[in-house]
């Protein structure tokens, strides 16, 4: 598999799981990304087009409150001289 979406992080200052970012294997080049998170409302609440961004569970500045929420990616990349296009979809949990 090239691309994984962890299932939950805990983003409340005990240096445990602070963090959210897809991990992308490193045999691929990455053409175009985008990642979107939405609220149980199907609202847009985050997205952003560089893979290797690193998520603090803030949202202008503001903590996103625990729950569930859901995310998309749309990646297109290279292997082997081949262009190939991924999409996938999932849900993240906020713990606090």
Known sequence: AFFYAPTAFSPNGDEINETYTAVLASNIEIKSFQY???DR???K???WEDPSFVWDGRINGE???PGVYMWDVVITFSRESEKLGFQDKGTITILR
């Open 36 to 38: 979107r998170v939405f």
């Open 45 to 47: 609440l985050i997205s």
């Open 63 to 65: 903590w996103i409150n």
């Open 41 to 43: 409302w199907g609202r």
